[in-house]
Every structure is written in structure tokens, then in C-alpha cells.
């Protein structure tokens, strides 16, 4: 630095209006954030500040400048980091999206016991202590037509529960058709390492006789165990075990036999005109002494895992110590109660689940809907991209029926100059939108299926495409 430049330098540290004065002229800002958060960015914006004036440069230090810079960082620090997004890519139940949407009477139910004391544990009958699961488990009982239930934060946890609590050091045969992944953070395996009993696995890959649990069962083995692959699905030339002869077999030694459903679906399905699934209930008629299951895929509640079946198995699950640090809160409690009320009539509740409402919309009716949408998309996108109306297939998602499809309608979008580029450009204009539409790319187009999008969201979707930077 020359001598000239190391006063100016100086000069600029004297002009340097003092962090106590910068305080006195933002009497607003502190009104509206408070002391300590305007003076701790104050103080960050300062020390950069001056930083800049020491390498040499000249940082616009006006007031006013400051001022603006305080209020940007604390109002981008006051913005939500979880918002809602509008789910276009086709997959119903998407995990990374939250899995289902609750229906508004499970959205009532949560706000009123949120902020407010409640009877959550408390007997209002005889003052005294109550159960935290009084609130639903007779609703779970008469849905899948269990003798108990209980539920706890998530299938994984109940199937992690189970086996603590029923074949702790002992042994479980699974076939090894069924030692599933689901979403790379869950492997049956793991989990059953984790409860602390020792997996024997049984059969072969694709398939399982029933003479292979046979052989597998001494004196050390804790239950029979079957896990419904509901990810993936083995073609060909498989075979696996009826879960009636199973039932059988475990019942001849003795032995709980426990179905981790997965998606836990309980309605008919095909008379709703989706892929057939058998429901809780009818697996529950087969012979299983416990199911398990998430309440937040096919039943269309909040994230929870149920388990239900025999009283006494169920008696010793609740008293295990590790139920405590797995149990529901109150507001999933009250969301869990309101969505397995709505199954009481199945008439209203395929009008009423978002879920089950979402995966029955027909493609003639998306269709439509694809192209009413279409010239309000193509005029905010031309003329760098052309959107046509296409039909393609649907996926209900989280490991329920992975191989079924459901026929649907999407907007295509593909950049007219071909470039994978421009297309990517758009998927990431379109996730920054104040309201982030997630679509799915698929053959050099990005597709927009419309299953998920309501007709209510229909303003929201396009008037922002204005704000789109083509
Ligand atoms: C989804 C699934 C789980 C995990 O359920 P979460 O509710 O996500 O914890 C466990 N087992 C099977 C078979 C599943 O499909």
C-alpha cells in the first residue's frame, strides 16, 4: 500500500459510525427483532466491515447501507426452513415430501390440544392417571379388528419394539426373500441386530418352503417373523410361505408369529379400483398374532407406527422400558385419532383422506385438469420451452405396491433447444418458487404429473410462474 492509500485506509476506519450509535438510530429494528439479535448481526456486519477497509477496499458504510443489511439477514433468518412444496412428481406417498397429507380434521384436532393443556394421561372419569393410549386404541382395534393395539413414533420403532421386547437373545427366522431395505436408512437386518435378537435367515433369495422354518425353529427361537416386501418385488421362478401355513407352524411350537406389513392398508382396495392389497384385518385373520405398520403411508396419517393383535403380546410391549422413549406425542395422537375415525364410513372417507382421495382421481379427470393448466404454463415458459399434455403413470409410493402403477396425466415440459441444461434450469427455477413445485425428469422432459395437484392449488400454481427468470 502506498502511503496515500494507507491514509485514506485510516479515514475510512474514522468514518466508521460506532456500533452504540448504529443502536441508537435503529430504534425499529430493535422493536421488532429485540437487543440482542440486531446487536449480534450488527456486530458481524461490522467485523466484515472491517475487514473489507483493511484489504484496501471501500464498502458502501452509509447507515442506511448497514441498516438494510441487518434487516435482510434477520428477515432471511426468520424464514421457515420446512414449507410446503406441491408434489408433481407423480409419487403420491413420497417420503422425502413428507409422505401423506392429513385431512382437516386431523389439522383441527392438532392445533386445539397444541396449545393447550389436555387430558392426554388424565382420567376425566375418576381424576386419576389415564393411559396416553385410551385416545386411539379402540379406534385401532375396531379398524383392523385386533384384540389390542398400541402405536409408537414409526413402523421402524414398532418393529424394533416387537422384537425387543418378544425375542431379546433369542432367535428369528426370516426368509431371506423378505431382509428388505427401505429408503437406504432401514434394513430389516440392522433392525433386528439393534433389538437385540439374531437373525436365521431361511430359504433363498427367491424361494422359501415352509420346511425351511421348520428346520429352522430350536429351542432357542423367539417367533416367527414375515416382512412384507413391499419395495421391490422377486419375478420368476420364487416361491414363498403362505402366512396361514406359517400361522400354523408357529402355533404348533408355540411360537408368536408377527407380520411387519409395512404399508398397512386398511380398506379394499379393488373395490376402490386400486391394485389389490390385502388389508390389516384380513392379514390379521390369517393367523398373525401381531401386525405392524406405518401410519403415515396407505392409511393417510401422521408419521406413527401401529401394532396390533394379541392382548397378551401386546400387554408386554407396552410394559417394555424402551416403549416410553418411543411413545407419541399428543398432537400425533390426536391427528392419528381423528384420520382412523374417518375409516368409520367409507363412503365419506375416500372424499375426506387426502391420500386415498389422490390416488382414486381418475386420468380422464387429470387429463382435464392437464389441459385446462395448459396454456397458462406454456405462456410463462415460451419461448424457451415447449409443454404438451401427456399421459403417464403414477406411483402410490414409500414401498406400497412398487410394481403397481396407476394410469395419470402430466404436463411435459422439454426445452426447445434440447439442452439437458435448459431443462435443468427449470427444475431449479421451479424448486425456488415461493410455493417449490417438485416435478420428476424422465427422457430429456420434465414431467409435471397433476395426480397431487388440487384443484384449490391451482391459482397458487401459475401465478407464480410469472416470477419465473426464463
Ligand atoms: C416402510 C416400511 C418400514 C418402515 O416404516 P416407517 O414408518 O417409515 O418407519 C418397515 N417395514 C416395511 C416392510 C416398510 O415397508
Known amino acids: ?20 450509535d448504529l443502536l441508537r438510530q435503529m430504534k425499529v429494528e430493535l422493536k421488532r427483532w429485540g437487543h440482542e439479535p440486531v446487536t449480534s448481526i450488527l456486530r458481524d456486519i461490522m467485523t466484515q466491515v472491517r475487514a473489507d477497509i483493511s484489504r484496501g477496499l471501500t464498502p458502501d458504510i452509509s447507515v442506511a447501507t448497514i441498516r438494510q443489511r441487518v434487516n435482510q439477514n434477520l428477515s432471511a433468518d426468520d424464514l421457515p426452513s420446512l414449507i410446503p412444496v406441491l408434489n ?13 397429507s392429513l385431512p382437516a380434521e386431523a389439522l383441527a384436532a392438532i392445533v386445539t390440544v397444541a396449545g393447550s393443556p389436555t387430558n392426554l394421561e388424565f382420567d376425566l372419569a375418576t381424576g386419576k392417571r389415564g393411559d396416553r393410549e385410551s385416545h386411539v386404541e379402540s379406534l385401532i382395534c375396531k379398524v383392523t379388528g385386533a384384540e389390542a393395539a398400541t402405536v409408537v413414533n414409526n413402523n421402524a420403532a414398532a418393529v424394533l419394539l416387537v422384537l425387543n421386547t418378544l425375542a431379546l437373545g433369542r432367535d ?40 425351511d422354518y421348520r428346520n429352522a425353529i430350536t429351542s432357542t427361537t423367539a417367533l416367527l417373523m414375515k416382512v412384507h416386501t413391499s419395495n421391490y418385488r422377486v419375478e420368476g421362478f420364487t416361491s414363498v410361505v403362505d402366512e396361514s401355513e406359517l400361522a400354523a407352524l408357529a402355533r404348533e411350537h408355540e411360537l408368536p408369529f408377527v407380520i411387519d406389513l409395512g404399508s398397512g392398508n386398511l380398506v379394499n382396495f379393488s373395490t376402490l379400483g386400486l391394485p389389490d392389497e390385502p388389508t390389516a384385518a384380513q392379514v390379521l385373520s390369517k393367523g398373525a398374532d401381531l401386525i405392524t405398520f406405518s401410519g403415515d403411508k396407505l392409511l393417510g396419517g401422521p408419521q406413527a407406527g401401529l401394532i396390533a393383535g394379541r392382548k397378551d403380546l401386546i400387554e408386554a410391549i407396552k410394559s417394555n422400558p424402551l416403549k416410553r422413549a418411543l411413545r407419541l406425542d399428543k398432537m400425533t395422537l390426536a391427528a392419528l385419532a381423528e384420520v382412523l375415525k374417518l375409516y368409520r364410513d367409507p363412503q365419506r372417507l375416500v372424499e375426506h383422506l387426502p391420500t386415498l382421495r389422490l390416488l382414486t382421481r381418475t386420468q380422464l379427470e387429470i387429463r382435464a385438469q392437464a389441459s385446462s393448466l395448459l396454456t397458462a404454463v406454456q405462456s410463462a415458459l415460451s419461448p424457451r420451452y415447449e409443454v404438451t399434455v401427456n399421459d403417464c403413470y403414477s406411483q402410490i409410493g414409500s414401498g406400497s405396491l412398487p410394481v403397481e402403477t396407476i394410469a395419470s396425466a402430466a404436463l411435459r415440459i422439454a426445452a426447445c433447444s434440447g439442452e439437458d441444461l435448459d431443462l435443468r434450469a427449470l427444475s431449479d427455477q421451479l424448486r425456488k418458487l415461493a410455493l417449490p413445485v417438485i416435478g420428476r425428469t424422465h427422457k430429456n422432459a420434465l414431467w409435471l404429473d397433476l395426480r397431487c395437484l388440487e384443484t384449490e392449488q391451482h391459482q397458487a400454481f401459475t401465478a407464480q410462474l410469472d416470477s419465473l427468470q426464463l
Open 1 to 20: 500500500m502506498t502511503e496515500q492509500q494507507i491514509a485514506a485506509r485510516d479515514q475510512r476506519f474514522r468514518e466508521l459510525t460506532s456500533i452504540d
Open 172 to 211: 428369528v427366522p426370516v426368509s431371506r426373500g423378505e431382509l428388505v431395505e427401505i429408503g437406504g436408512s432401514f434394513r430389516i437386518p440392522e433392525v433386528m441386530t439393534r433389538s437385540g435378537c439374531t437373525l436365521v435367515e431361511v430359504g433363498a433369495t427367491n424361494r422359501t418352503h415352509l420346511k
Open 88 to 100: 408433481l412428481t407423480g409419487t403420491v406417498l413420497h417420503t422425502n415430501l413428507g409422505r401423506a
